[in-house]
């Protein structure tokens, strides 16, 4: 089955640095768009980026300027990246990817979590 893979999550000070990566297996099609979640406890899940299958990114306000989403090029365009720099101690969540093919059917990882220090 399709399956989606975070890495990249960990304990950092505010004003540093962080870079997520996100795998996928399981399949042989490419996703349309591809995007990053995040959610906080006592939160619902929101929306931090977005990128799709031509490589157009969309951002959260709160994020701008500060977050990068990106994905691999021909072959590994299933690949999807979020360099996180600038972080704040509000950015502390768990991060998921969520793949979406161009059906509709969209697919999440399990979520890595981010710690932002003040």
């Known amino acids: 089955q399709v399956q989606l893979v975070e890495s990249g999550g960990g304990l950092v000070q505010a004003g540093g640095s962080l870079r997520l990566s996100c795998s996928v297996s399981g399949t042989i099609f490419r996703f349309g768009a591809m995007a990053w979640y995040r959610q906080s406890p006592g939160k619902q899940r929101e929306l931090v980026a977005s990128?799709?299958?031509?490589?157009?990114?969309?951002?959260a306000d709160s994020v701008k300027g500060r977050f990068t989403i990106s994905r691999g090029s021909a072959k590994d365009k299933n690949t999807l990246f979020l360099q996180m720099d600038s972080l704040k101690p509000e950015d502390t969540a768990v991060y998921y990817c969520?793949?979406?093919?161009?059906?509709?059917?969209?697919?999440w990882g399990q979520g890595t979590q981010v710690t932002v220090s003040s």
């Open positions: 990128i799709t299958g031509d490589y157009n990114p969309n951002y």
């Open positions: 969520n793949g979406q093919y161009s059906s509709g059917t969209s697919f």
